[in-house]
Structure formats: C-alpha cells, structure tokens
C-alpha cells in the first residue's frame, strides 16, 4: 500500500489559492517529478516528518545549509540565547564582528566580508562592486550555474529555472542580459576566445566552482586555476560564488579543496545555519569600495540578523572541529559507491558524480561535464527514482538538476536503508 498523502494534498490545493503555485520558491513544488509538494511538519537531525505523519531520511537539507542536520543542539542553543537579547537591533552587535573574523580565519582570500540576507543578494552585489572597481560592464556566467534570481545571473540559469525549462527568465531588460556572456563550464579554450574578443569590457567571472545547480558538475583538472590565470591577465575579478560549495565541499570551500586564490567570494546557506543568510567578502583593497568606506551603494534592514549569525556561528564552530569532514566524507563516499552499485545491479545506465558530500546521479550514459552534457540526462527517469525513493522514505531534490547533500546527522543506517531503496528505485526508473 502506498504512503497517505492526502493532508499534503489538501495543504497544497489551499496554498495555490493565495501563493503564486502555492510555493515560495518554485523548485518546492516538485514540477518535474510528476507528484504534489510534501509539507513539512518537522524536521530531527537527519529526517524529515510530512503533515500526515510520514518519515523520510533527509538529502536536501534545506537546500543544502544544514550541514549538522535539523534541530543540531549547538544551533539550537544559541539560537534559545539570542532569543533572550532580542531578534534585531537594525544596529551592530559583537556576532557581526565574530562572524567576519572566523570567515576570515577559515577562508584567507576573504579580508573583509559584508553580511546580507541571501545568496542572490550576495551575488548581486558583488557583481555591482566589480563593475565598480574595474569601470567595466560586462560579467562572464557559466550556462547551468545558478547564482540566484538577480536580473543579470537570470542567463541560461540552473536550478529552477533550468528544471522549468525557463532558464532566461522573462522580465529581464535585454539591456541588462546582454551585458552578460555565457560560457560552457570546464572549457578553458572557449573562455580564452570570449577574453580575446571581450576581455578589456569584462568587470568579472563568476562561477560556481563545483556547480551544484545542475545537478554536481566537477571542474576538471587546471579549469579553474585557467579561470584565476585569464582573469588576470587581463584585469577582470573572479568571483567564486561559494553560496553552495562554502564550509561544505571542504572546510575552506572550493578555493581551499582546488587551492584558487579568487578576488571575491560569495556565500551564504551554512553560514546561517538554516536561516536567511548571505554574505560577500575578499581583498580589502576591493571591499573598501563599499559604502560607507566607498562609493559602491549597498544596504539591508536586517542584515547581520543576530539569530542568523547566531545560528552561523554555533554551526561553523560544530564543523571547525578535528575530524568533521573526514567523517562525512567517509559517510559520502560510502552512500555514493552504494548508489552506484545499485544502479549497476539494476542495469540503470547512470552517471554519478560526487564532490565532497554534493552527490548527483544523472540519468544518462555521457559523462556529465558541462550543461550540455547534463542536459542529456532522461528526466522521465529521473522523476520515476524519486517517486520510488519518496515512497520507501528517502526525501531527495525533487530535480535532476540539483545536488544531494550529506549531513553529519544521517547515520551508517540510514545510508544502508537509502541504498537499499534505490535497488528497488533505480529498477522502477528504467520500466
Ligand atoms: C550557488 C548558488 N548561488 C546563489 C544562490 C542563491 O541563494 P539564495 O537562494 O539564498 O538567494 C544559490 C541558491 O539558491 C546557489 O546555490
Ligand atoms: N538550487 C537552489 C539553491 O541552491 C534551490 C533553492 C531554491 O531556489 O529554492
């Protein structure tokens, strides 16, 4: 017998009345894998329970902030403190300051770092600060990277966009998407070509360094240190958008596991340790540009939330311990090799890949490098795997195109029952 859905069922069809698809982010209403939205009634360390008290084992971790899991006690304790001083002062508290210097401590290329309130905002702004600092307007983007919803990174975008299959979003001014180039990731040879015809014009290259909104892509060896050479060369900033990617493929981010030296960094998820949070930083000598040091406009009523860097902090200080990322690495390989010889045992023609505990499975037979070769991948299959895995309890993104995430909360068996259901799953996938 199946899983009973109905009060999410009836949860959804009241949503939809007032909430534009009944969510407030489109990839929550599960589009692509031809079932409703489950609602949340609560979440316990590596699970997740739905409103008609269903169990899964929890893959999406809020999208990939709760690197300890739900309800972590640390985060929850300094969260219970923070409560008692009060929820937002609209002024600056000593958890700003703590929080720039263990960014600084633990990620060295970030001198100075500005808080915000989400990775969009992070992203844009840093954009507008290497516009600024460079005098020039155009930005290089990655087809299939995803750096949020702000008009200029909305150019052949990941995540949503491209699940949708929107991903140039209508209502972004031509004037505007124009200044943005695209280029293939892991092509070095394409992105010299963009440069010598561009390269005096461009502000900026951002990318995501292991990107992670179409499905986990891995950059291949020299492709990113031939990102940080050309930028240089002539004269543009890297900006490495470690919104995803930061505190969880290595303690120090992408830059600190592919040893790059970017200008700027953007962040966000695990810094607010599952609350609303976004941060920018890099050398001082760019940062200093930002009002009221600079010239270079850019604000927020809540940022700096004291509960959010609460929350931050308690959960950076948990993973800055000796250990942590051996042991989920540990977790993640093991889930990985367990996924792929389930695959292999059910004749499912898949392509895994796996960047620290970002894991994705591509339904496809090409070896996944770039959009193009993501885009082969069978989303029909895909769909049919995550009904399965849904059904037998296992919660995962509800896209082919976003990542997996391990948490330091999923147990030994909860990664044993995981795979598991995927012999049953990957089996229902190719039917
Ligand atoms: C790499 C990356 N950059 C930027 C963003 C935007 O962050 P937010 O959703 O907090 O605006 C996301 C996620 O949405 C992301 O994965
Ligand atoms: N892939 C997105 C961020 O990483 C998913 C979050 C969202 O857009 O709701």
New binding site residues.
Partial sequence: MGKNYSTSRAYYEEAQQYIPGGVN?PVRAFKAVGHDPVFIARGEGAYLYDVDGNQYIDYVGS??PLILGHRHPQVEEALRKTLEIGTSFGAPTLLETEMAKLIREIVPSIEMVRMVN??????MSALRLARAYTGRDKIVKFAG?????ADPLLVKAG?GVLTLGIPSSPGVPNSIAQNTITAQFNDLAGMEAIFRAEGNNIAAVIV?PVP??MGVVSPEPGFLEGLRKITKQYGALLIF?????GFRVALGGAQALYNIDPDLT?L??IIGGGL?V?AYGGKAEIMKMIAPTGPVYQAGTLSGNPLAMAAGLATLRVINTPGFYEELEKKAAFLAEGLADAAKEAGAKVYFTRVGSMLCCFFTEEKVRDFTSASTADTEAFGKFFRSMLEQGVYLAPSQFEALFVSSAHSMADLEKTIAASRIAFRAAIK
Avoid: L, Q
């Fill in positions: 982010s999208w990939g989400s990775g969009t905002e992070a992203t990277c995803y750096h949020g919803h995540s995501e992670g909104n958008d470690e919104v995803m990617t953007c966000g998820k609303p976004g």
